[in-house]
């Protein structure tokens, strides 16, 4: 009986759940902006408008196959998806504010050195650093936890490269199923030329919470294209990073 009404309301004409996506997406918007940031805040007001957007579109498409629903049906979908694009943008184009934290507080007792990943905007532009030799730039991507990277090789046979990423004071891998998986990148580079390779994927660090910065070892290792030849690292380098 309850499922009955709530689906009749839902339904009750064909624009009423577009704007019922509208009015959901700007009040996540707003309470995202008001309220602190962390990761459930930040998850679940984001997910919410386009999951109720879903619903919409999939309620109009229901109505494609009532009799005499064609055409609502159909303007509903229309609407449905131009209203799931404009909250896209708003939330893509103009976050209500920025999930990051300044990068104070690291734990680092053995006073190392760490570099800083680098931001990459929403429209996908990075930071730009000039690079003299092998290396690898670590990317924040959009999310706080999320990783991008760029890695920087001469002078390398065919094969993947792959990150292993270790907390730098208790040497404890870190993500490493997720990691391996989601960093690999083909290489191949005949010259003495640096030559830029670029992970077009993302991956997450698990370990750790939003603002929680804490000293990591990130280590490219390398996985030739010939199985008889063994796995080797090439690169590493200490980052300050965060989990999601």
Known sequence: MIKEVVFKMFNWRWYFTSFITLFVGVFCWL?????????FTWT??????????????M???SRLFKKDEFKNG????????CVFMMLGVMFAFFPPKSPYKAYTGIKNPKNARFAMPL????GGEKDLIEVNGQDILLYDNL???????????????????????????????L???EVKKKSQI?????????????????????EGDWGDYYGSKVEVWFKPEDDTKPERRILSKNYVIQGS
Do not use: H, M, W
Not at 31 to 39: D, G, K, V, W
């Open 44 to 57: 679940f007001f984001s997910a919410f408008p386009f999951i109720v957007g879903i619903v919409s579109f």
């Open 59 to 61: 309620l109009g498409i």
């Open 31 to 39: 309470t995202i902006l008001i309220l602190p940031i962390s990761n």
């Open 175 to 177: 993500s490493a199923a």
């Open 186 to 206: 083909d290489v191949f580079n005949s010259t003495n030329e640096l030559k830029e390779f670029n992970l077009d994927d993302d991956f997450i660090v698990e």
């Open 119 to 122: 931001k990459i905007s929403a």
């Open 74 to 81: 159909l303007f509903q979908c229309l609407l449905s998806f």
């Open 143 to 173: 999310r706080p936890g999320t990783y991008k990277y760029d890695v920087f090789l001469n002078k390398i046979e065919k094969g993947k490269v792959y990150l292993k990423i270790f907390d730098f004071n208790t040497n404890r891998i």
